[in-house]
């Protein structure tokens, strides 16, 4: 029997989400056409013998989220619980507090994913290697290759090149330590709670030492990366599978369109219904488009490549959509046109609107480059990347938002660049 934890974290954390984690929690964001926590639900279903589905966060229980869990277990047949921390308790402080709920039922072993990635999700694979490499109470990270700069923004491993054991790890080193990342998807055996428990242990005994304080000295709080897995590397417990498939951060909004971008790409071997076409009396499709049966579509409007139209959307003639996430609710009038953004539920783009953004993808001529998680402003300025309208903002006809950030009941009354509209 096997077992899936996802840790969604909560409302404090995916402030780079912003605006759009206002509305909706960052996890159940749209990706693609479904919420981003859709993606790794489905991955783990397929897996044979999952039983259970555990979420790990500290959201507040809320209608939203309990829908989406009652739907996901309609579908995918298979039990979906949320665990609620009673803090931010961290990768390992999470999974260890809620450890009598993953090892119920004598599970032989259980995948840990981080809801903010996005991942071909190769769990299969992982268990097919975990039994070839070590001993039969191994652990399993799942690795990729980022170029040498971009490495250095993620955990580093490094590995015995025959064995695949992991002989160092390092979280987000200031040089070069190796590029081989960590993807923030691991394969356990319940052995893991015995090295969580006795850093848990270290950090109560530290405490009785120390003045009382928040943060990660609580000693709860445990980092799978930093406290366990540094710990755990060079000892014969700890193997890293690289895969070769696609895998991206979804930190920011600009993350959120790449991360569109590769689910609709997979969507021809695992979901081409979801892939529209060019019909006639449709609109005109280039490349991998998702379009929500509820939209409403001018013919005459051109969408595509990597565009989501979520549901009750309606599109005007002549209207181009490239490169673009539009949101549940959204009108867009005759003859606008909406590059590299994200248009909010229920806003309205005018006629003969410009909404555009600049992209944030990888480097197209490096096969190892990784998006960057910009931060919002740099030297004093707002960052170039996507325009996100929030929601329920109108954009009026003829205006020109570029690279700009759009406030709920904020309606920009002229052309903006490089501006947050407060």
Same mark, same amino acid.
């Given at each position: 029997m096997l077992k899936a934890v996802i840790l969604i974290g909560g409302p404090q954390k995916g402030t780079r989400f912003r605006p759009l984690s206002f509305e909706v929690p960052k996890p159940l964001f749209p990706v693609a056409g479904v919420p981003m926590l859709q993606h790794h639900i489905e991955a783990c279903a397929k897996v044979p013998n999952m039983k259970e589905i555990l979420l790990i966060g500290f959201y507040q229980p809320n209608e939203e989220l309990t829908r989406f869990l009652t739907n996901a277990q309609q579908e995918f047949k298979v039990s979906i619980r949320y665990l609620q921390e009673y803090a931010a308790l961290g990768t390992g402080g999470g999974i260890y507090h809620f450890?009598?709920?993953?090892? *119920?039922? *004598?599970?032989?072993?259980?995948?840990?994913?981080?809801?903010?990635?996005? *991942?071909?999700?190769?769990?299969?694979?992982?268990?097919?290697?975990?039994?070839?490499?070590?001993?039969? +109470?191994?652990?399993?990270?799942? /690795?990729?290759?980022?170029?040498?700069?971009?490495?250095?923004?993620?955990? $580093?491993?490094? #590995?015995?090149?025959?064995?695949?054991?992991?002989?160092?790890?390092? #979280?987000?080193?200031?040089?070069?330590?190796?590029?081989i990342i960590n993807c923030g998807i691991y394969l356990f055996k319940p052995d893991i709670f015995q090295h969580i428990g006795a850093f848990f242990q270290k950090n109560q005994q530290d405490m009785l030492l120390e003045e009382p304080t928040n943060g990660w000295h609580r000693a709860e709080a445990i980092r799978l990366e930093q406290d366990i897995f540094t710990a755990l590397a060079g000892q014969g417990k700890l193997y890293v599978y690289k895969t070769l498939s696609f895998w991206s951060q979804i930190k920011s909004a600009g993350s959120a369109i790449y991360a569109s971008r590769l689910y609709l790409n997979q969507y021809h071997t695992t979901h081409p219904e979801r892939l529209a076409s060019n019909k006639d009396g449709g609109p005109k499709i280039r490349g991998n488009v998702y379009i929500h049966p509820t939209a409403n579509i001018d013919p005459t409007a051109?969408?595509?490549?990597?565009?989501?139209?979520?549901?009750?959307?309606?599109?005007?003639?002549?209207?181009?959509?490239?490169?673009?996430?539009?949101?549940?609710?959204?009108?867009?009038?005759?003859?606008?046109?909406?590059? +590299? *953004?994200?248009? /909010?539920?229920?806003?309205?783009?005018?006629?003969?609107?410009?909404? #555009?953004?600049?992209?944030?993808?990888?480097?197209? +001529?490096?096969?190892?480059?990784?998006?960057?998680?910009?931060?919002?402003?740099?030297?004093?300025? =707002?960052?170039?990347?996507?325009?996100? =309208?929030? $929601? +329920?903002?109108?954009?009026?006809? #003829?205006?020109?938002?570029?690279?700009?950030?759009?406030?709920?009941?904020?309606?920009?009354?002229?052309?903006?660049?490089?501006?947050?509209?407060?």
């Open positions: 450890r009598d709920q993953i090892v *119920s039922g *004598s599970p032989e072993a259980f995948f840990v994913l981080n809801a903010d990635v996005c *991942s071909a999700f190769p769990l299969s694979e992982m268990l097919s290697f975990q039994k070839e490499h070590g001993e039969p +109470n191994s652990f399993v990270i799942l /690795g990729t290759t980022a170029n040498r700069k971009q490495s250095l923004n993620y955990g $580093c491993i490094v #590995e015995n090149e025959k064995t695949n054991e992991v002989l160092h790890y390092v #979280e987000k080193p200031s040089t070069f330590v190796s590029d051109m969408l595509g490549p990597n565009v989501s139209i979520g549901t009750g959307v309606t599109i005007g003639a002549g209207v181009r959509v490239r490169e673009s996430i539009i949101l549940h609710g959204v009108t867009l009038q005759d003859h606008c046109c909406v590059l +590299n *953004s994200i248009v /909010g539920w229920d806003s309205t783009v005018g006629k003969w609107a410009r909404v #555009e953004g600049t992209p944030s993808d990888p480097n197209p +001529n490096d096969p190892f480059a990784k998006i960057d998680s910009e931060t919002l402003f740099r030297d004093g300025e =707002l960052t170039p990347s996507i325009t996100i =309208l929030g $929601c +329920n903002v109108t954009i009026p006809s #003829e205006v020109i938002i570029l690279n700009s950030i759009v406030l709920p009941h904020k309606d920009p009354n002229r052309s903006f660049k490089n501006q947050i509209i407060l």
